[in-house]
């Protein structure tokens, strides 16, 4: 402990130094109370019990006062006057910006200055610009840091933490940014702007914002030349590291190709701290008059292009101290009503087109998905369509599904080849040569019995002569059910063929017996039944 107070004399620690370097890197000239309502933002609500507001001021901000001096003794801060209130101005030496460097993690040429003399005159310009910074920051406590606090001190930090919430940290900010016209980045030339602020904060949905804060002190003419200046230099173009021609801003700052939608320049938003004799109410309808050129878009449907033009906002430190950057307090150029940031830098109506545009094109190239997928299903389906094996002529949807229903696997349809044409003309010569057929049949027999059948389904021909067999020639030939037992003895002629061959069979055979009336003799003669012994030994 005595070698820690050997080397920083009152009691600093890391993290409140570290507080200093981030800060005073920043704004290069603050109080010890700007810097701790940035660095330790949980320390502005403990001390409430102090009997005064002087005496709770010096209380919380006891812990980066002690850090300011240790670091004045290493050399890497001094005190630089006071403000117009009294209090004590601080900024770094060239050996603290360098530390601070490390801290920010930017270069030492990026740095600025040390602003030594700037509290000369009671820097009533910075400290509306440190205070434009913590309007925009509104940081938040660290609650874990005020976990043994009282409850009424918890409750007012928690208030805090559940505020609108503020844009960026400290290291997103950038103070007195030379905009050169002419000459370049560390030796800018005549004719160019000093922003008071530059923000990037692309996490928050703001990749690059200028700020000027006026004390109300200028007039509009003076505002509007400034503006100019802005103009000329986001007209400026450098080559680039790749031998191309960019605008320069975008050589040392990221942002989109495009500002929400539109090839805009970036946005400028000017800050007015009522403290001089300019109404702002006076002098930003005059200004917005002598700037029309510079910020006025071009009426396209619904909505206005902003190509090659500043979005210029404007509000009051007041109004910002008091809603954040998420109130509605910022007018831009040419608008009838007050925004959030966000909206007020933006281009909302132009977004919402193309929102809609891209809905569109979205709906339209499913659509044109859809309806190819549906022409390829269609081709494939074509593809696979029968063609009738007779004519050629593809299937109709209709005959199609109908020759490919089957049974148990078993086609349906008893010519699935075949188109509904030559199905039926298949089928009518078919059916043709049956029907002529049993033009010539006998009609069915009523005493026929249900097991009879016919042996024969097309009319016989005599062998002999070759005629067709009558109905009844037809009939007495062919054995009739299952219980006939006649049976003529030359079925295979017909009935003249017949006779013929009985006459000639009577003439060569003159008294003799036919083998078939022998056949029939027997059949009417029954037998007779033997007795006896005898009749036995015959069996």
Avoid at 52 to 59: E, G, I, L, N, Y
Avoid at 99 to 113: C, D, F, H, I, N
Avoid at 428 to 444: K, L, N
Wanted: charged share 25%.
């Amino acid at each position: 402990m005595a070698g820690k107070r050997k080397t920083n004399p009152a009691g600093s620690t890391n993290s409140y130094r570290g507080d200093v370097l981030r800060v005073l890197g920043v704004l290069k000239v603050a109080t010890a109370d700007q810097i701790q309502r940035i660095g330790a933002p949980h320390l502005t609500f403990r001390h409430a019990d102090k009997p005064t507001p002087s005496k709770q001021k010096q209380a919380r901000t006891a812990s980066h006062t002690g850090a300011l001096s240790d670091m004045r003794k290493h050399g890497l801060s001094e005190n630089g006057g006071s403000t117009e209130t009294g209090d004590s101005l601080r900024n770094l030496t060239l050996k603290g910006l360098e530390a601070a460097s490390y801290e920010l993690r930017r270069p030492v040429t990026e740095m600025g200055s040390t602003a030594r003399g700037a509290g000369s005159s009671g820097a009533s310009h910075p400290m509306a610009v440190n205070e434009t910074v913590i309007a925009m920051l509104r940081p938040k406590p660290n609650m874990a840091r005020l976990a043994d606090d009282p409850p009424h001190v918890q409750a007012a930090a928690q208030a805090a933490v559940d505020g609108p919430d503020g844009i960026g940290t400290i290291a997103s900010y950038w103070t007195e940014v030379p905009l050169p016209a002419t000459g370049t980045w560390s030796a800018p030339g005549k004719g160019g702007a000093q922003a008071d602020l530059v923000l990037t904060a692309p996490q928050d949905q703001v990749p690059l914002l200028f700020i000027e804060v006026d004390n109300c002190h200028e007039t509009a003419e003076e505002l509007a030349a400034k503006l100019e200046k802005y103009a000329r230099f986001f007209r400026r173009k450098v080559k680039d590291t790749d031998g191309k021609e960019r605008p320069m801003w975008r050589t040392r700052w990221s942002a989109p190709a495009t500002w929400s939608g539109d090839a805009t320049y970036p946005p400028v938003l000017l800050v007015f701290n009522r403290i001089g004799e300019r109404n702002p109410n006076r002098t930003v309808p005059r200004l917005q008059e002598l700037t029309r050129h510079l910020w006025q878009g071009q009426r396209y449907e619904d909505h206005h292009i902003y190509d090659g033009k500043i979005p210029i906002i404007a509000t009051g430190l007041n109004q910002l101290r008091e809603h954040g950057p998420t109130g509605s307090v910022f007018f831009r150029f040419g608008r009838d009503h007050k925004e959030p940031l966000w909206q007020a830098i933006g281009n909302p109506r132009r977004e919402a087109a193309d929102a809609r545009a891209r809905e569109e094109t979205a709906r339209a190239q499913m659509q044109r998905a859809a309806q190819e997928q549906a022409a390829k299903q269609k081709a494939e389906r074509e593809a696979r369509r029968p063609v009738c094996a007779g004519c050629g002529a593809k299937f109709t949807d209709e005959r199609w599904e109908a020759a490919q229903a089957t049974d148990w696997g078993t086609p349906k349809d008893s010519h699935p080849h075949l188109c509904d044409g030559c199905k039926q003309k298949a089928s009518a010569a078919a059916v043709g040569p049956a029907a002529g057929t049993r033009e010539h049949q006998e009609p069915a027999r009523a005493d026929v019995g249900e097991h009879d059948f016919r042996r024969n389904t097309r009319r016989p021909v005599c062998t002999q002569c070759g005629a067709e067999f009558t109905d009844e020639r037809w009939r007495a030939t062919e054995r009739v059910g299952w219980g006939s037992t006649a049976q003529e003895p030359r079925p295979t002629l017909c009935e003249d063929c017949d006779q013929r061959h009985e006459i000639d069979w009577e003439e060569a055979w003159p008294g003799a017996i036919r083998r078939d009336q022998e056949q029939a003799q027997a059949q009417a003669v029954p037998e007779q039944k033997a007795t006896g012994w005898f009749s036995r030994l015959r069996r």
